[in-house]
């Protein structure tokens, strides 16, 4: 019996992807969930995997062949004697051999010399991934449509290192999830988008279209590049809710398992360059989102507190905004409210 392995369903509106690479070959015995091949689309990587075990009898693609959603990728032999497939193959690897050794010998210079300069520098030539073409795309897309601006905070992060020292452990017994900054930064975005629908909304067209929910984009470094998974609609979410989400995205975007309705949407994202060291940047945003803040390192500074100069851990605060939509004002007056939620912590605990 023969199984088709096809090309799954991709991200919003994506019709094709490339097959980066094809892990098994013909001939192979293959396992139920065994993974087969890795395809790559504009937005997200995924690994595709056999629904049944059995022989791989045959690649209908090749590694950076295009792909679309349905298409057959590979053929699985379910029922078919190993021995005759494993003929077969035999039959067709001195054929093979021989097309590449072809192709290997027209490959080389035949009249020119090689250049064996010493001095010369070494240079290595990488075709960009699907990912990383829209990443570049969408960021220089963002730059010449909205008008983007970066007003900057900074915001004393005693009181949050306090509490989660305090309570961190209790916190991980109980919910069985580590209690991160993150949590504390998304809760604070939600209560301060309450006071500035604004800056949670979007432009389409001629009109200003207002969410009346969050869902937040939490920007995760992944092997192939900067990807933006969603927590819906994190108004609802408690801290606990917030961190198995953030580690979910996290574990998920490490082993390429993140799939395409974990990056549809976002009404306004946070990214977090302090975990790479930065100490301060201007974050872009992520169209067609309207504000995205931006997360540094903490250091260690001295500030006045009650005419008094004390040491305090710092962190300086990012929103870049679409000015097209959100004024000045806006921007500031959220970022402020952030960063009291963040210094009084308290207060987005006890909704007050």
């Keep these: 019996m023969e199984i088709e392995v096809k090309v799954p369903t991709l991200g919003e509106s994506e019709t094709e992807a490339t097959l980066v690479s094809c892990l098994k070959k013909v001939g192979d015995h293959i396992e139920v969930d065994d993974i087969i091949a890795e395809i790559e689309s504009d937005k997200i990587t995924m690994e595709v995997t056999a629904a049944e075990s059995g022989i791989l009898k045959a690649w209908?693609?090749?590694?950076?062949?295009?792909?679309?959603?349905?298409?057959?990728?590979?053929?699985?032999?379910?029922?078919?004697?190993?021995?005759?497939?494993?003929?077969?193959?035999?039959?067709?690897?001195?054929?093979?051999?021989?097309?590449?050794?072809?192709?290997?010998?027209?490959?080389?210079?035949?009249?020119?010399?090689?250049d064996r300069q010493e001095n010369s520098a070494p240079t290595e030539r990488v075709r960009m991934s699907r990912l990383r073409q829209n990443i570049a795309q969408r960021l220089k897309d963002a730059q010449h449509t909205a008008a983007i601006l970066t007003t900057f905070n900074e915001v004393n992060m005693q009181g949050v290192m306090e509490l989660r020292s305090k309570y961190r452990e209790q916190f991980k017994d109980h919910h069985g999830v580590d209690l991160g900054l993150m949590s504390f930064f998304v809760k604070a975005c939600v209560e301060a988008l309450k006071h500035h629908p604004i800056i949670n909304a979007s432009i389409e067209g001629q009109d200003i279209v207002y969410h009346h929910y969050n869902d937040i984009g939490i920007a995760v470094a992944s092997k192939k590049g900067l990807v933006?998974?969603?927590?819906?609609?994190?108004?609802?979410?408690?801290?606990?809710?917030?961190?198995?989400?953030?580690?979910?995205?996290?574990?998920?975007?490490?082993?390429?398992?993140?799939?395409?309705?974990?990056?549809?949407?976002?009404?306004?994202?946070?990214?977090?360059?302090?975990i790479f060291?930065?100490?301060?940047?201007?974050?872009?945003?992520?169209?067609?989102?309207?504000?995205?803040?931006?997360?540094?390192?903490?250091?260690?500074?001295v500030i006045v507190e009650n005419d008094e100069m004390v040491i305090r851990p710092m962190m300086y605060?990012?929103?870049?905004?679409?000015?097209?939509?959100?004024?000045?004002?806006?921007?500031?007056?959220?970022?402020?409210?952030?960063?009291?939620?963040?210094?009084?912590?308290?207060?987005?605990?006890l909704d007050i």
């Design 228 to 274: 933006v998974p969603v927590l819906r609609h994190a108004q609802n979410m408690g801290f606990s809710d917030i961190e198995r989400g953030i580690q979910a995205f996290s574990e998920k975007a490490k082993t390429n398992h993140l799939m395409p309705d974990d990056l549809k949407g976002g009404t306004f994202s946070i990214s977090n360059g302090g």
């Design 60 to 114: 209908h693609f090749y590694a950076n062949d295009t792909v679309t959603p349905g298409e057959i990728l590979a053929i699985i032999e379910t029922d078919q004697n190993r021995r005759s497939i494993m003929q077969t193959v035999k039959k067709a690897l001195p054929i093979k051999k021989r097309e590449v050794a072809v192709q290997e010998e027209a490959s080389l210079p035949q009249d020119e010399p090689i």
């Design 277 to 301: 060291g930065s100490l301060m940047s201007t974050p872009i945003l992520n169209p067609p989102q309207s504000a995205i803040l931006g997360m540094h390192n903490i250091q260690k500074r």
């Design 317 to 349: 605060l990012a929103l870049s905004y679409d000015h097209r939509l959100i004024d000045g004002k806006d921007a500031v007056q959220f970022l402020s409210e952030v960063k009291e939620m963040i210094e009084y912590p308290a207060k987005m605990i």
